[in-house]
């Protein structure tokens, strides 16, 4: 089965400084990962993903992440935070190869803090 | 303005009330999925549907039903409501099938209060 952890419930980062959600995930096969964030009463906002290739995609809004196969991880990071970058993080996993189910971390609250 | 719609957005209601909350998409996306989301369980998926009459039931089905009879709707049916469903619901859609490495569009939200 499908699952994904981020161990994070709260990230605390002051403006300026970089940042880093963190996100581990288990998939049988290869995964499809994605990175989707969640502004006050908004619906979830696509960020980035990761599909083959690079190891380090690039998204909206200056983020990025890491893959890493070896660890099961799929970091997001951002080398400058702006306040208004807070918000609610989630980390989602489809696996590849029969990849009906989209799966869900319980997301990380971001606060950058001026 | 491509876009997932839902309504309603907002919903009070008692226990075993029938209530339909519809979503609707412009994108001609084939894959149509629902979520409820809970603090500090994220997004759960209830129902997804890969194409129309064609759905199958995500994590957490139990009290929910669903149907795609046409590709742009997937209305999400609660029989009798329970407390327990009170949550945040979330539709959301993808071009592509079973392998599509696509991202999902979601729409903006349906709170649910069961009292």
């Known amino acids: 089965a499908q699952s994904v952890a981020q161990p994070e419930d709260q990230v605390n980062v002051a403006e300026g400084n970089p940042l880093t959600v963190k996100c581990t995930y288990s998939v049988s096969g290869n995964p499809y990962l994605f990175w989707y964030v969640q502004y006050p009463n908004r619906g979830l906002q696509f960020l980035l993903k990761y599909i083959t290739g690079d190891n380090l995609v690039k998204g909206s809004y200056g983020f990025e992440a890491e893959f890493n196969k070896s660890q099961t991880s799929f970091h997001l990071k951002k080398p400058s935070a702006l306040v208004s970058d807070s918000a609610l993080y989630f980390c989602?996993?489809?696996?590849?190869?029969?990849?009906?189910?989209?799966?869900f971390g319980p997301g990380t609250r971001l606060s950058v803090l001026p | 303005e491509a876009q997932v719609t839902q309504n309603p957005r907002y919903l009070i209601t008692v226990t075993g009330k029938k209530l339909t909350v519809t979503c609707s998409q412009n994108?001609?996306?084939?894959?149509m999925s629902w979520y409820r989301q809970d603090p500090g369980l994220g997004l759960r998926q209830i129902y997804y549907s890969m194409n129309v009459e064609v759905t199958d039931k995500g994590d957490v089905p139990e009290g929910y039903k669903v149907s795609r009879k046409e590709k742009r709707n997937f209305p999400l049916i609660l029989e009798s409501p329970s407390p327990n469903q009170t949550s945040l619901y979330f539709c959301?859609?993808?071009?592509?099938?079973?392998?599509?490495?696509?991202?999902?569009?979601f729409g903006p939200g349906t709170r649910l209060t069961v009292l």
């Open positions: 959301a859609s993808v071009a592509g099938g079973a392998s599509s490495y696509n991202e999902q569009f």
């Open positions: 994108m001609n996306h084939e894959y």
């Open positions: 989602a996993v489809r696996q590849r190869d029969y990849g009906q189910n989209f799966v």
